[in-house]
């Protein structure tokens, strides 16, 4: 991507996606203040650095995921009455969504595909030591944690798989997975770089000494996550110039 786009692009994608942070807040919570688009090749080796096998190391779709989440939740806001509108049911589904759109997260599903426990990182203590076990959710196995809205599921894994692909865009469905009694889903990026890593490494260990059949899937949202915080001029932009790309 040429200087000039990347100009266009990310001046306006700092502006939304890292408003509100110091510049030292953001060089400790490890996020990349100047984001750049990737490539597969780009995202497949910052895979290889954490070690993410090439079988499961899934990229989630740039638009159709986001697009998704905001159908699932205009259907539950439209079941809510007019009184519930105006009460704190419509601010709590307004959290769940908040906490569902967040760039760094883990999902464990049972063997059947649905979702028993979500951690995302707005509840991560920043910036140091960035520790995952969000008061001792990790603690037990499968892991708890007294929040509402990290206790609302509204998918399932296969609305993350249907979502995703692979590098090669193949699309792997819940019968092509191994199986196992749960399924562990790391969602994960190059820009919250700090948080990303951390996650990583805290599910590994949790997994390794749970001595439970966990099967992990990661996917790299990177691109997902810049699209969905670009206003409608830079998509444009972005569009123009993937398709002059040779």
């Known amino acids: 991507m040429n200087n000039r786009l990347k100009s266009i692009i990310f001046s306006l994608l700092l502006l939304q996606l890292l408003s509100g942070c110091g510049l030292a807040y953001k060089v400790l919570l490890g996020v990349d203040s100047r984001p750049n688009w990737n490539s597969n090749k780009q995202i497949n080796r910052q895979a290889k650095r954490y070690k993410i096998p090439d079988e499961y190391n899934l990229i989630l779709d740039t638009a159709v ?11 539950k806001k439209k079941e809510l009455t007019i009184t519930d509108k105006d009460s704190s049911a419509y601010s ?3 959290a769940v969504y908040k906490d569902d759109t967040q760039p760094t997260q883990f999902r464990l599903f049972e063997k059947d595909g649905n979702e028993v426990f979500k951690i995302v990182n707005c509840y991560v203590d920043p910036p140091i030591p960035m520790n995952w076990n969000v008061d001792g959710c990790f603690n037990a196995f499968p892991p708890k944690i007294d929040i509402a809205s990290l206790n609302a599921h509204n998918y399932d894994l296969n609305f993350l798989l249907k979502n995703s692909s692979t590098m090669d865009k193949r699309k792997i469905t819940f019968a092509d997975l191994p199986k196992s009694n ?11 770089q700090r948080p990303s890593r951390k996650l990583i490494k805290t599910v590994r260990k949790y997994v390794a000494r749970s001595g ?4 992990l899937i990661f996917i790299n949202n990177h691109n997902a996550y810049l699209w969905q915080e670009m206003d409608a001029n830079t998509k444009e932009k972005v569009k123009t110039y993937l398709q002059k790309k040779p």
Do not use: R
């Open 92 to 94: 709590a589904l307004k």
């Open 182 to 192: 749960y399924y562990g889903v790391i969602i994960w990026n190059d820009f919250f």
């Open 65 to 75: 995921y986001y697009k998704g989440l905001k159908e699932i939740y205009t259907l």
């Open 212 to 215: 439970q059949s966990v099967h």
